[in-house]
């Protein structure tokens, strides 16, 4: 189900201005604090009137100023999953589970639906408890779990995970790559955290002072360091669609074929075939100009360099295509000065096995 949006909009002393055309999938509204993605959320979820926009969603017209078209909120079917749950204390999960489910317009397969919905997200556990006794993570997933049962054309989740420590988001993640995998429902994800966006996203648009700086698939926004928010652009480099194929060189490993290259990874409990996402930082890839030996990295792979851009201070962005796979370096000026690297060089990415994301 295809997003179109074109916005221009003021707020006091914030203009916003973004045009876009997302197809289905994970789209993530990336920025800083104050870039203007919860508003754009907002705007697309009819919470807030645009100074002017168009907004069509699955050849729906949602908002056309220049007609005065401006479905309400409830006429738009859009789930929305704050950064706070916002679960009904009074309710049990049970109950505001069903709360979902009374807006849910698919009355005849809700009971299959709800029974999907709680596998899903792991919850059926916690159906006769209260929200006071649930951890984040768990009422984050209760509060998914009730837009879901809305039966929504969209969902929209903002900073879901802003709220909660690394135990709690690393105990979430897995259930937001099953939704996006499993539940069919398109979704624009709001965060300012390069991991979570390079783990779930199908397309990136990022957002900075109400202007869309940059907008496409994953693989290449995110190696976009210069438009990243100062403390994210450590997290900037590649994310790589693979495959498990079984035991790696060492029963302590495992081997992952991407499109052109077969990866070392700490190994992983999972069947072979399964499908994962590595996000390679380019602070932890290594160029070298001849093929190195006596290494304790297990990932070296011959390439060619496409770009070399300065990323500020003394560093300096060297892109690599490996047979496919489009690696980012980041390196002192003076080692790309001392390597006398260029565009169309031939030369080996180095890549230790820790430095994977699981994704």
Sequence with gaps: M????????RQGDFALTAKLVAQPGVLALFGASGAGKSTLANILAGLIRPTRARIVLGGEVLTDTSTGIHLPPHRRRIGYVFQESRLFPHLSVRQNLGYGRWFSLDRETSNTRFEQVLAMLAIGPLLDRAPKNLSGGEKQRVAIGRALLSN?????MDEPLASLDQVRKD???????????????PIVYVSHSVPEVARLATTVAVLGAGQLLAFGPVSDVLQLSDLLPALERGEAGAVIEAVLEGDGAHSSLSSLRSSGNRWQVPRLALPSGARLRLHVRARDVMIAIGKPEGLSALNVLEGRIVSIKREGGDSMDVAVDCTGDRLLARLTRASAERLRLE???LVYAVVKAVAFDKG
């Design 152 to 156: 929504p054309r969209l969902l929209i």
């Design 2 to 9: 295809a997003l179109y949006l074109d916005i221009d909009h």
């Design 171 to 185: 105990e979430i993640l897995p259930h937001l790559e099953r939704l996006r995998d499993e539940a069919l429902v």
């Design 343 to 345: 565009s169309g060089q």
